[in-house]
């Protein structure tokens, strides 16, 4: 159980491994997704200009049972398009369902994505101690790295697709009493595009079990050219040890919320 590292092999041309070439494997990757007709038909249409795709593991976990050794792995193909953009898709191998043979799921956002990685992950049942006791240790391994890591500054690529309605959906759900307010919502109905990126986040091991924060940067672009930003924030930082999300209206009001809760433990 835990985040594996970068390089680790993988289904298609394997992580870390450039593809060039029309489509870039596009088709062998949704061949084998169970779920490639969620894809949509504007999205498949900018990724028949794919000319190359790297691939990186992002996430990794598994259980040697019993009943039955089960692993997840998260992976992400970054596609280099012929307009000079990029695209991702996010794809998971596992291995949780009824039979146990290998299942594909392919995701074109970070939401969806994290919505059925909690679905795969709650199969794998309650960790271990020894379980906890590795993903600490091995996140905390990672920290140095993962600290100096130098991200390359993409520029944004915004989603026209329903935008104001996207920035109500994340005021919705927020938690916090102290979320971006009427204000806000009226600035962001004029949203005409949207862009949603992870920033960062931070885990540890508490009270027998591993609890931490994701943040997500949801950019949106105006009618009027301006750009706002909402920072979401998803922990477990509760006694239930459910999802949570909470919201906010700097990246650095997100993040020293999150470290005092984490640090309250």
Same mark, same amino acid.
């Given at each position: ?24 494997? *596009?088709?062998?990757? +949704? ?5 490639? !007709? ?21 996430? !990794? ?57 909690? +679905? $795969? ?8 101690? &020894? ?14 790295? +993962?600290?100096?890591?130098? +991200? ?13 309605? /996207?920035?109500?959906? $994340? ?31 931070? /885990? ?6 591993? *609890? ?5 940067? /949801?950019? !949106? ?5 301006? &750009? $706002? ?14 999802? *949570?999300?909470? $919201? ?18």
């Amino acid at each position: 159980m835990g985040n594996a590292r970068p390089g680790e092999a993988g289904p298609g041309p394997g992580p870390g491994r450039p593809v060039d070439g029309k489509g870039a494997g *596009v088709e062998q990757l +949704l061949a084998r997704a169970q779920n490639a !007709f969620e894809v949509g038909e504007e999205l498949l249409e900018r990724l028949t200009s794919a000319l190359m795709a790297h691939t990186e593991l992002a996430s !990794f976990r598994q259980r040697k049972g019993p009943p039955r050794k089960l692993s997840r792995r998260t992976l992400r193909h970054n596609y280099l398009l012929a307009d000079g953009s990029n695209l991702t898709l996010w794809e998971i191998e596992h291995n949780t369902g009824p039979g146990g043979d290998p299942r594909y799921e392919v995701y074109a956002d970070p939401e969806s994505l994290a919505a059925a990685q909690y +679905l $795969v992950d709650a199969r794998f049942g309650d960790p271990s101690p &020894e379980e906890l006791e590795a993903e600490a240790v091995d996140w905390l391994a990672r920290l140095p790295e +993962l600290a100096a890591l130098e +991200l390359p500054q993409n520029p944004r690529q915004f989603t026209e697709d329903r935008s104001a309605e /996207h920035a109500w959906r $994340v005021l919705r759900r927020a938690e916090n009493e102290d979320a971006p307010g009427e204000q806000m919502r009226r600035r962001l109905l004029s949203a005409i595009g949207h862009d949603i990126t992870y920033v960062t986040g931070r /885990h540890l091991r508490a009270g027998g079990r591993v *609890v931490g924060w994701t943040l997500y940067e /949801h950019a !949106f672009l105006l009618a009027t050219g301006e &750009e $706002v930003s909402l920072w979401e924030v998803e922990h477990t930082m509760n006694p239930e040890g459910r999802p *949570v999300c909470e $919201v906010y209206d700097a990246e650095r009001a997100a993040c020293d919320a999150a470290d005092l809760r984490l640090e309250a433990l």
